[in-house]
């Protein structure tokens, strides 16, 4: 069955409502939660595997588009060279989920891998291309 990895960005308004169940019922989609998280400013982000006929996948998109949800393919992986990292934090301030963040004694960048929901924010900001993600 084809399946599309997608990263859902949900504004403020529409966080609690109910979009997910509804590309289920109304467009016969399964979905898979892999990641999702809510920044304090109640902004949220979810990585989410759809499934179903190609086109059923197309008419779940443009109905999150039409709800103002945010839309992009999300990449397959993401890796991060710690040789070439110089630790200046350009990328922490662009990571919604803190997969990327400064450790506050020795001011080195931490990674954790199971908080990255592949978004690619944080790719082109790195001055020395340390961050790569595979699409
Ligand atoms: S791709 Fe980058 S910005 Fe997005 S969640 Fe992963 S580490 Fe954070
Ligand atoms: S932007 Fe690049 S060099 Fe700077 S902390 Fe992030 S990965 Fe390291």
Do not use: W
């Amino acid at each position: 069955m084809p399946s599309k990895r997608l990263v859902l960005t949900f504004p403020e308004n529409i966080v609690t409502k109910p979009i997910t169940y509804k590309l289920v019922k109304d467009f016969n989609l399964e979905f898979n939660i892999l990641r999702a998280e809510v920044t304090p400013e109640m902004e949220g982000k979810m990585l989410l595997e759809i499934k179903g006929a190609s086109e059923q996948i197309e008419k779940g998109i443009e109905y999150l588009l039409n709800e103002g949800v945010s839309v992009q393919e999300a990449s397959k992986d993401i890796t991060l060279d710690k040789e070439q990292c110089v630790h200046c934090g350009l990328c922490v301030s662009l990571c919604i989920t803190n997969a990327l963040s400064l450790d506050e004694k020795s001011y080195k960048l931490n990674f954790n891998k199971e908080k990255c929901i592949l978004c690619g924010f944080c790719q082109n900001s790195c001055p020395v291309n340390a961050i790569k993600l595979k699409m």
